[in-house]
Nanobody, 123 residues
Framework: QVQLVESGGGSVQAGGSLRLSCAAS????????TGWFRQAPQKEREFVAV????????DYANSVKGRFTISRDNAKNTVYLQLGNLKPEDTAVYYC????????????????WGQGTQVTVSS
């Protein structure tokens, strides 16, 4: 059974930082591109970042470029999202996703999704 379990969310003030983690089990992690999406209240889920199977390629939403960094450790079956210079508009539930191809992650049609972790940024 495949599981993606996010952690690291919390409440911070604007300008602060957080590091989200997503631990995967039940799959050969290095065969999957992984990424992060987020969903704010009354808004649609949106793409945040994606990383290729061995970390050689990454992409970010324009809204987070330069502030967030995605990385992964295949030995630990974990993908990370470092959030920096946080803004109130970053408040959302953040979801981890894994898919067989980079493009599938980007499209939001991932094979596997985590349950989400809440990030709240106050001004």
């Amino acid at each position: 059974q495949v599981q993606l379990v996010e952690s690291g969310g919390g409440s911070v003030q604007a300008g602060g930082s957080l590091r989200l983690s997503c631990a995967a089990s039940g799959l050969t992690f290095s065969r999957y591109s992984t990424g992060w999406f987020r969903q704010a209240p009354q808004k649609e889920r949106e793409f945040v970042a994606v990383i290729s199977r061995y970390g050689g390629s990454t992409d970010y939403a324009n809204s987070v470029k330069g502030r967030f960094t995605i990385s992964r450790d295949n030995a630990k079956n974990t993908v990370y999202l470092q959030l920096g210079n946080l803004k109130p508009e970053d408040t959302a539930v953040y979801y981890c996703v894994a898919a067989g191809t980079y493009g599938t992650v980007l499209s939001g049609r991932g094979d596997y999704w985590g349950q989400g972790t809440q990030v709240t940024v106050s001004s």
